[in-house]
């Protein structure tokens, strides 16, 4: 046994040297290269960077449900306006573009519409960016609607909203550190409730917390909702959001 042992501390020697050795530390340094390359990519992709020609990706298509790569696929129209008139179009969406307001101080926008309805649903919202504009047809029309009529028994015709625009700081911050929120850019839509074909009537304020089949919705849709935004916060988040979905497309992910 003891010769065993002595054998082996022998044949694994502390430091490699020659050949061998070289070439184990080229791969590992190899290998942090492709990681960082992979990161650099990743990030790039996620803040939709590459111009749309450029893009290996295919251009988004609203009415495809469970799209893949949806995340970077949807940042890709957050400079282009040119992709964003050719991806929002009906029957997904009726968008129209703004005009530009240079953000100054944190506040403006770029690249915005104003939608009239999307994923069959009448929606109105004044200004909102191309990306959450997409990422709500998209959320409506693959998630929301199917969850109505399985759970509801009727479609969604109308969806009420709390606004989207407005030149703040993020509400509520624990730590009291000044940031400009998604809403100052146009970049957030505050969702707050639905109309049904039967006339129900199904709001986060009212049915969030309930038992009853309003609420499983309400819930269904809002687990959701994660897959087309970066951020889908609701009631369970904090009591600022008691009365309404909160879905942005900013650089961080938070869903709750
Ligand atoms: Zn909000």
């Not at 070439?23 to 990161?39: P, Q, S, T, V």
């Not at 926008?109 to 009448?122: D, F, H, L």
Request: net charge positive.
């Amino acid at each position: 046994m003891d010769g065993e042992h002595k054998g082996q501390r022998a044949s694994s020697p502390v430091v490699e040297r020659g050949p061998a050795g070289r070439k184990r530390r080229f791969g590992i340094r190899r290998g942090f290269l492709y990681i960082a390359l992979a990161l650099g990519f990743f990030f790039i992709m996620r803040q939709g960077v590459i111009p749309a020609y450029l893009s290996p990706l295919p251009a988004l298509d609203l009415s495809v449900p469970n799209a893949w790569l949806v995340d970077w696929r949807i940042a890709e129209l957050k400079r282009d306006r040119a992709l964003c008139t050719r991806v929002l179009k009906p029957p997904q969406i009726s968008a129209s573009p703004v005009n530009d307001n240079p953000v100054k101080d944190g506040c403006g926008w770029q690249n915005a519409v104003r939608i009239s309805n999307a994923g069959g649903a009448s929606l109105s919202v004044g200004t909102v960016s191309c990306e959450v504009a997409a990422g709500i047809a998209m959320w409506l029309a693959h998630e929301v609607q199917p969850r109505a009529v399985a759970v509801l028994g009727a479609r969604v015709t109308s969806v009420q909203h709390l606004g989207t625009y407005a030149c703040r700081n993020v509400l509520g911050r624990k730590f009291n550190f000044a940031s400009r929120s998604q809403h100052a850019t146009a970049n957030a839509l505050d969702v707050s409730g639905f109309t049904l074909a039967n006339g129900r009537q199904v709001t986060v304020a009212r049915h969030w917390s309930g038992s009853g089949a309003e609420a499983r919705f309400l819930h269904e849709i809002h687990a959701r909702a994660c897959r087309y935004f970066r951020v889908a916060i609701g009631p369970e988040y904090n009591a600022l959001h008691k009365d309404h979905f909160h879905y942005d497309r900013g650089l961080f992910s938070r869903c709750k």
